[in-house]
């Protein structure tokens, strides 16, 4: 008696058949495919044992079936991008997803150095300073008015000048005569004592410090010989070529101050009505 030579799945005989050979045995085709194929992902069909298959991930497709969802693009040979679970050639994933440089207009490509700021994209080396036109990259830049500076440029370019060095201000600073000056370089015309956050006046449109102005341009007590200077709401009291702070103005008998009173001058000094009158 002959030995059987039968489908292991449907028994049938597979004398003159073509059949494909397992581990588990021979299949007729039909079988075959029914029990090992994969499904399509795309047609939804078995993909026969004579088909090329692909696959993605953990999806099979005919390769006829394996092509851009937007153009139908064959991508069996094309490099290609899973978007929301849609397969897309290069070129219909950069036209849907895609930015486009704000300075030359090409396409920014998917994985490509890029630089997003203000709602734009530019490309890595197209975004550059308005002022030395090189590369920003990661370096701090400052935007205005649609152009963007490095911090040296932008500083050059808009930062107020001190009125005593010329260099930019970056921070801080006071101001003097309604321009800008760098603190440190505020200083007093004569010791070179900072002003910045201390009374101080001028003359010739030169800064000093109290005590320098007073040692070299205010008139002196006839009384204490000290500088009057009238800064700070400080009053005094002038007749014919002296002077006297208010508080020195006195009698110099009686110490009684004579601001506001009749007065006798007595050779330097100044007397009451009352000494006066008294004699010597």
Known sequence: MSETFDCAKCSESLYGRKYIQTDNGPYCVPCYDNTFANTCAECQQLIGHDSRELFYEDRHFHEGCFRCCRCQRSLADEPFTCQDNELLCNDCYCSAFSSQCSACGETVMPGSRK?????????????????????????????????????????????????????????????????????ECLVCTGCQTPLAGQQFTSRDEDPYCVACFGELFAPKCSSCKRPITGLGGGKYVSFEDRHWHHSCFACARCSTSLVGQGFVPDGDQVLCQGCSQAGP
């Open 115 to 183: 630089l997003e700021y203000g709602g734009q994209t530019w490309h890595e080396q197209c975004f550059l300073c308005s002022g030395c036109e090189q590369p920003l990259g990661s370096r701090s830049f400052v935007p205005d008015k649609g152009a963007h500076y490095c911090v040296p440029c932008y500083e050059n370019k808009f930062a107020p000048r001190c009125a005593r060095c010329s260099k930019t201000l970056t921070q801080g600073g006071v101001t003097y005569r309604d321009q800008p000056w760098h603190r």
